[in-house]
């Protein structure tokens, strides 16, 4: 339902300070996207970028930036002089006056576009100048009241502070988003006075404007108030997580996902998963995160921004970030993939290994305490414990390349930049400094001496306060 004379305007010029935050309030995340951008992604559902406009003010180019590429326009209010003036800045940024216009605000992430869409038709079925989104509360408490006739037009739109008593008792209130034919918004927002209390013009006054031409304000109902909630307090911003939250574990469940206790898992908007994978508790899937089919990530692990392919398994406790994990590998656990690895299908990585810009080669295995950095790791090959890469020398990094099928012996030292041939076998507390043939075997340490009775004879200087142990030889 993508409308070619419809025009959106989103504002989100607010600083949002009951927020206490140094950050402009649309720019604050959840479900993994800054709030503006769940906004921006139910208007462009059914408008088409270049008539979607966002009003800015407070951080206008951090805002701004965040929505870059999108063909999207913009509008600033450098001064905050209320809802009526944020619409009317954008008098000139709009491609037209034509059609209808539709007014969002940046805060409200949960609006769906099917709502927007209902919104549309509902306006049109009426026949209305404007129509207003509405909803009843069983507590209105802070909410401007929406004055409602018999015949379902909206009279006006009074803020709570000065209601009348009757009015306080009123349950309907007000959204804040609207759809008006936009000629007419343009023409009434001139009549719109500026409030003697706080010096602001508000947009709400704008119902009673249309109501005086005679024109009608329609009411649209929506049963389900906790999509229209706005955030002004972090506690709002984790209301908000908690119910996107569920959308998406719904989601998932109901395309194939297994999660063991769907209220401990945090998956962002973006995170894609297969059929038949299963997420254990406490899990958290982040960013633009791909999981394949038939995978299980176990308990308390952290994935963000990687793709993994079918059939892998992440054990508890492992973190992947910003890496490829193919088909049949396994991870963890307490394994730490930091960034820019690639995992070749079928290799493993043990506990307590970490691989840092490492590639792993098809059913090559890291079991236990290594830590993998710069690395390029032929397939078959095998990493003994305590294995590192010596990839930083103190101003430059270097690559360590090791090829198929090798041997790696526990509590080796590789020192980068240097080259493990193919086949070749590291004996085990080697440094290795210098490039090892095809087939051939390293050692690089001293070689064992043992010094016969010395132990005792060191045992008898410490018991003796005339001779030193450091005496003995």
């Not at 069983?138 to 009015?167: L, N």
Request: net charge negative.
């Amino acid at each position: 339902m993508m409308s070619s004379n419809l025009t959106i305007v989103i504002l989100a010029a607010g600083l949002g300070t009951r927020m206490r935050s140094r950050k402009a309030k649309v720019l604050h995340e959840c479900a993994g996207l800054p709030l503006i951008e769940h906004v921006v992604r139910s208007a462009l559902a059914v408008a088409r970028p270049e008539r979607v406009v966002v009003v800015t003010g407070h951080q206008a180019e951090e805002v701004e930036s965040v929505l870059a590429g999108r063909g999207l326009l913009f509008a600033r209010q450098t001064e905050q002089r209320g809802t009526g003036h944020a619409v009317e800045v954008c008098r000139d940024t709009v491609p037209d006056h034509q059609g209808r216009l539709v007014v969002l605000y940046g805060d409200c992430p949960l609006l769906s576009p099917e709502t927007l869409k209902r919104l549309l038709s509902h306006n049109d079925t009426a026949g209305a100048a404007a129509t207003v989104i509405t909803t009843e509360l069983g507590d209105p408490t802070g909410y401007g009241r929406c004055i409602v006739d018999e015949s379902g037009d909206v009279r006006a739109i009074v803020e709570e502070k000065v209601c009348t008593p009757e009015q306080r008792e009123v349950c309907v209130i007000n959204s804040g988003i609207y759809c008006f034919e936009a000629p007419l918004l343009w023409d009434s927002l001139r009549e719109i006075e500026r409030n003697p209390v706080s010096g602001e013009y508000y947009l709400t006054d704008i119902v009673e404007i249309i109501n005086s031409r005679g024109q009608r304000v329609s009411s649209l109902l929506h049963a389900d108030s906790t999509e229209l909630l706005g955030i002004n307090t972090r506690v709002d911003l984790a209301g908000v997580e908690a119910i996107l939250q569920r959308r998406k574990a719904a989601e998932l469940m109901l395309s194939g996902t297994t999660m063991l206790r769907p209220e401990t898992v945090i998956i962002d908007s973006d995170v894609q998963i297969g059929m038949d994978t299963v997420l254990e508790p406490s899990v958290q899937v982040l960013g633009n995160t791909i999981i394949g089919e038939n995978c299980r990530i176990g308990t308390g692990v952290v994935i963000r921004n990687s793709r993994l392919g079918d059939r892998v398994e992440i054990a508890p406790y492992t973190v992947v970030n910003k890496s490829i994990v193919e088909e049949g590998a396994s991870i963890g656990p307490f394994a730490r993939l930091r960034q820019d690895n690639h995992v070749e299908a079928n290799a493993h990585i043990g506990n307590f290994v970490e691989l840092k810009n490492t590639r792993m080669g098809a059913g090559a295995k890291s079991g236990h305490l290594a830590y993998l950095g710069d690395s390029d790791i032929g397939p078959g090959s095998n990493i003994g414990a305590g294995t590192i890469t010596c990839n930083y020398d103190g101003s430059r990094k270097y690559r360590t390349t090791i090829g198929d099928r090798t041997f790696v012996g526990s509590n080796s030292t590789l020192v980068a930049p240097v080259e493990l041939g193919a086949g070749s076998y590291i004996a085990a507390g080697s440094v290795i400094t210098d490039a090892v043939p095809a087939d051939a075997l390293a050692i690089a340490r001293e070689r064992q001496v043992n010094k016969e009775g010395w132990a005792a004879r060191r045992r008898q200087a410490k018991a003796s306060s005339s001779v030193k142990p450091a005496d003995v030889r």
